[in-house]
């Protein structure tokens, strides 16, 4: 069965610190993708990244920095100089195939990021 | 381009009753997909709707059930709510292909007393 793990449950840092937001997966898929969403208090899921399994090419996107390591099964999310409007809960997903050309997604249980002033 | 929208965005409901709760995809996404997210179990696939078929099925008993319009709004209903139904319910659309990327609405937070 497919599974993301996200070790972190919490994470506390202050302003301007960086902070690296833990993924790891488990899949038999040889083609898969790799997804990252942030949860703000309001509730809903904002897209940040999707990867698919074939580029391991690093990714940077102005604070955003994506590692992922095919090798490890890891997709690890790094936010530099954080700002306390990154204050989310941070979700990792995984594409499953449920069959013929039928996926669906399956979530990590999420990390909570506090970036206090 | 107007998100994903989901009506109501709270609802009080109590245990037997039953609930229709609405989503409207991003113009031009043809699939939506349902999720329930509680502290307890996370963010759980419900079920996909594409072109007015369920493509796809969660691991949700028969009370849940969904369907979608050709305009590709959707809706879903919950049938005899129990308290374990309490939860936040989220939607999302998407163009359609197997695997695009998924954007959800702000979700409907329902409570059963």
Known sequence: ?117 | KAGVTQTPRYLIKTRGQQVTLSCSPISGHRSVSWYQQTPGQGLQFLFEYFSETQRNKGNFPGRFSGRQFSNSRSEMNVSTLELGDSALYLCASSRGGPVETQYFGPGTRLLVL
């Open chain 1, 1 to 117: 069965a497919q599974k993301v793990t996200q070790a972190q449950t919490e994470i506390s840092v202050v302003e301007k610190e960086d902070v690296t937001l833990d993924c790891v997966y488990e899949t038999r898929d040889t083609t898969y993708y790799l997804f990252w969403y942030k949860q703000p208090p309001s509730g809903e899921l904002v897209f940040l990244i999707r990867r698919n399994s074939f580029d391991e090419q690093n990714e940077i996107s102005g604070r955003y920095s994506w590692n992922f390591q095919k090798s490890t099964s890891s997709f690890n999310f790094t936010i530099t100089a954080s700002q306390v409007v990154d204050s989310a809960v941070y979700f990792c997903a995984l594409t499953e195939n449920s069959g013929g050309s039928n996926y669906k997604l399956t979530f990590g249980k999420g990390t909570l990021l506090t970036v206090n002033p």
